[in-house]
């Protein structure tokens, strides 16, 4: 089974910066997608960023041009560079693994990113 564990997160000003990062382990098929997402109280979670193996990211409207998600193939390691923070960005942030040879979604337990006015 594949483990996700997320770290990072913690407290920060308005037009601050935060760096995440996600370790998998388990067995694996390098052919997957992996990515970020966030959820705040009372919302539904929503993508934040994704990128497959190849490189390619996609991102929310909301976040394009300050995060930048990037990934180490080698370390199986994927993170959400996050500058010029909001408040709106608060919520806590989970990180995805979408297997695209065997269908599988796997998700972390989750890091709290706060962000103050």
């Known amino acids: 089974q594949v483990q996700l564990v997320e770290s990072g997160g913690g407290l920060v000003q308005a037009g601050g910066s935060l760096r995440l990062s996600c370790a998998a382990s388990g067995r694996m098929f390098r052919i997957n997608v992996m990515g970020w997402y966030r959820q705040a109280p009372g919302k539904q979670r929503e993508v934040v960023a994704t990128?497959?193996?190849?490189?390619?990211?996609n991102y929310a409207d909301s976040v394009k041009g300050r995060f930048t998600i990037s990934r180490d193939n080698a370390k199986n390691t994927v993170y959400l560079q996050m500058n010029s923070l909001k408040p709106e960005d608060t919520g806590v942030y989970y990180c995805n693994l979408k297997g695209l040879v065997i269908r599988t979604d796997y998700w972390g337990q989750g890091t709290q990113v706060t962000v103050s006015s």
């Open positions: 990128i497959n193996s190849g490189g390619m990211a």
